[in-house]
């Protein structure tokens, strides 16, 4: 493999991680004025602002990779439905508030482990983007934590929806879990992060915390994957729209 | 990795052990090299320059007091600051940029570049001690750094509660204060 094939690959991976941060950021930043209480709107758009930071970085790396006219907005803003590689649970429309934080916890308990690992990346600037990570995910496990804990043990009603929210993500972890070929390549080199190898430990977790929280473990009947191949569900193309619409009526728009 | 400074107990002249005055808290080994890289820069003058750099949402810090700023180079007939982001998403951090060129602007200095760099990751213990009381003062109960206990800014109790784990920026969380009833921010450690 050519140096330029290799960091092209990188370039895909690094673009990859920047979609789950940036989708995953504007699903939270949806929450703005709509958190069911002040401190909870505070904190659910502070860790979107996380989200977004992490997703700059990554596509700031792309760019220079790239090396021509590409910056971290051309990957946000003018990319459509289908360029976006993001795993598809971030996709998801949040939902009510037991949905919301249902998601983040099963993800925050995953990128944890994730960003941990990516630390070791033998791509330097992989492994600083996931030092910064760290320490934000560790704050954000902590808190949607605590919320599977409130709302799976508290109120018949919060543990209802909780327990339903749970049922609709599961399908969706499968897709998180699975490394196609770019992947594995790339984690046999000690550059990507092996996340099947991440299953055991988030599952051991996941099952402690829904123990505690009197929630039931979902069925393993069905499964939905393709986020990464840019095939995506109704709900992307919609958030898009939402997100992308100033830079398209305007391109080139800055403040 | 922690530089021992002088984190371990001195014997005083008189044979005891003195534990609490005499002994100052650890520095992280990357905060030692970043003080002592101001220390024993040939161009003083271009670290006192950027000391009117505030961070825009707490101002009564500057970028160096805050662990921020990291190196100053000249290079070419241009100065390179290097600095390094609080959070990720911190948007005081494209601010601080602007204000860096400006101040080196208004100093003489009109050709300046800012690298930033990611690692070591900012932590909450490069926050200069004075920065620490000034925190206090403008009403933000300040990291701390030996230990986690935190006293209300206001009237100094330890009656506080933490109401979220967030605040009005990034690095805060929300607190309020038992017995003034005074809500705060505290400077999240991390």
Same mark, same amino acid.
């Given at each position: ?20 941060? !940036?989708?995953?950021?504007?699903? /939270?930043?949806?929450?703005? #004025? ?5 401190? &909870?709107? *505070? %904190? ?61 916890? !099963?993800?925050?308990?995953?990128? /944890?482990?994730?960003?941990? #690992? ?5 791509? &330097?600037? *992989? %492994? ?128 | ?190």
């Amino acid at each position: 493999m050519t140096d330029n094939n290799a960091k092209e690959i990188i370039k895909q991976y690094a673009i990859r991680l920047g979609d789950d941060a !940036l989708v995953q950021g504007h699903r /939270l930043s949806e929450w703005c #004025r709509n958190g069911p209480f002040l401190e &909870e709107d *505070l %904190a659910l758009t502070n860790v979107a602002l996380d989200f977004i930071g992490r997703a700059r970085m990554f596509y700031s790396y792309a760019a220079d990779i790239d090396g021509g006219d590409y910056s971290e907005d051309s990957y946000a803003y003018q990319r459509d439905c289908r360029d976006f590689t993001n795993l598809l649970i971030h996709e998801l429309p949040g939902g009510d508030f037991a949905f919301t934080m249902a998601r983040q916890y !099963l993800m925050d308990e995953y990128s /944890l482990m994730f960003m941990e #690992r990516l630390c070791d990346s033998s791509d &330097e600037t *992989l %492994a600083a983007v996931a030092a910064k990570s760290v320490k934000e995910s560790r704050y954000h496990l902590r808190r949607s934590r605590d919320w599977m804990l409130r709302l799976g043990d508290g109120t018949q009603e919060s543990h209802k929806r909780l327990q339903k929210a749970l049922g609709d993500l599961w399908g969706y972890m499968p897709e998180v879990f699975e490394l196609d070929d770019l992947e594995q390549g790339l984690a046999d080199q000690g550059i990507a992060v092996d996340s099947a190898a991440l299953k055991g430990g988030w599952e051991k977790a996941v099952r402690a915390t829904f123990s505690e929280a009197t929630i039931d473990v979902p069925a393993d009947d069905w499964s939905v994957r393709g986020g990464r191949q840019g095939m995506h569900t109704e709900y992307l193309g919609h958030m898009l729209s939402d997100l992308q619409f100033v830079q398209r009526a305007y391109p080139g728009q800055e403040w | 990795m922690i530089y021992n400074l002088c984190s371990a107990p001195t014997r005083a002249r008189n044979g005891s052990l003195n534990n609490a005055a005499d002994t100052i808290a650890a520095l992280p080994l990357e905060e030692y090299q970043r003080r002592m890289r101001r220390a024993d820069s040939a161009q003083p003058e271009l670290w006192a320059l950027l000391d009117v750099v505030k961070d825009p949402e707490i101002p009564v810090i500057s970028i160096w007091e805050l662990g921020v700023l990291q190196d100053i180079e000249q290079r070419e007939g241009s100065v390179i600051v290097t600095i390094t982001p609080t959070y990720s998403g911190c948007p005081a951090m494209s601010v601080i940029a602007e204000d860096v060129v400006s101040a080196l602007g208004e100093g003489g200095y009109p050709n300046s570049e800012i690298v930033t760099r990611l690692s070591p990751a900012w932590s909450t213990s490069w926050i200069v001690e004075e920065a620490q009381e000034a925190l206090r003062n403008y009403g933000i109960a300040p990291p701390g750094q030996a230990c986690d206990e935190v006293s209300c800014p206001q009237c100094g109790s330890q009656n506080v509660r933490r109401v979220s784990e967030f605040g009005s920026t990034a690095c805060k969380a929300l607190y309020q204060c038992g017995d003034c009833a005074e809500p705060f921010d505290r400077f999240k450690p991390i």
